[in-house]
């Protein structure tokens, strides 16, 4: 079961600069989309979400973009701070209910 | 700020034995979920539960686990008969669909158990 991926294992990004975390998927009846931040011995944090009638939806610093042709969205963090340094996961579903998750992104800010 | 405990936070069981892991959900939150994630892998979606009953369960949820809300607190995933494969972190969250103003899809998410099947 593949159908949400993230590519990029790891991330790492100079603090101020802007990181991008990609997320593809396969199943065209995914209607919403979350991005969720997870430090280690935590459970994951929700971010932001999308749903398939928008492109773009922004909050603070982070932006995601939804490419429904291409099935792919990716989150935008600008500026990143070291505090941002998390695994990222993006998850999707058609229910609302049952979420299925990537594997997930490190990202790590350097200072 | 309120948060979703999940006690204990370390279960090491043997297999066969039944376990069953709690989770204290935020007190007007009405929608509930468990997740596991295997060490290395990703985070997968176990069940979904409301007005008492299951509303969506994913394939991996099978006989072997239950999931009740014996009072109006707590909230528990039981699993009848562990096997070495059911070791994982165990998450629980919970979510008001959006009444508090933000996202629908917010779901809180507690530390999580770690489940340990020897």
């Known amino acids: 079961d593949q159908q949400v991926k993230q590519n990029s294992p790891s991330l790492s990004v100079q603090e101020g600069r802007i990181s991008i975390l990609n997320c593809d998927y396969t199943?065209?009846?995914?209607?919403?989309f979350l991005w969720y931040k997870k430090y280690p011995a935590e459970g994951p944090t929700f971010l932001i979400s999308?749903?398939?009638?928008?492109d773009k939806n922004e909050d603070g610093r982070f932006t995601v973009f939804l490419n429904k042709s291409a099935k792919h969205l990716s989150l935008h963090i600008v500026p990143s701070q070291p505090g941002d340094s998390a695994v990222y996961f993006c998850?999707?579903?058609?229910?609302?209910?049952?979420?299925?998750f990537g594997t997930g992104t490190s990202l790590t800010v350097i200072p | 700020e309120p948060e979703v405990t999940q006690t204990p936070s370390h279960q090491v069981t043997q297999m066969g034995q039944e376990v069953i892991l709690r989770c204290v959900p935020i007190s007007n939150h009405l929608y509930f979920y468990w997740y596991r994630q295997i060490l290395g892998q990703k985070v997968e979606f176990l069940v979904s539960?409301?007005?008492?009953?299951?509303?969506?369960k994913s394939e991996i949820f099978d006989d072997q686990f239950s999931v009740e809300r014996p009072d109006g607190s707590n909230f528990t995933l039981k699993i009848r008969s562990t096997k070495l494969e059911d070791s994982a972190m165990y998450f629980c969250?919970?979510?008001?669909?959006?009444?508090?103003?933000?996202?629908?899809?917010?779901?809180?998410f507690g530390p999580g158990t770690r489940l340990t099947v020897t």
């Open positions: 199943n065209s009846m995914f209607d919403y």
């Open positions: 998850a999707a579903s058609y229910t609302g209910n049952q979420f299925y």
């Open positions: 999308i749903s398939s009638i928008k």
């Open positions: 539960f409301y007005n008492n009953e299951i509303s969506e």
């Open positions: 969250a919970s979510s008001d669909r959006g009444t508090s103003g933000r996202s629908l899809w917010e779901q809180y």
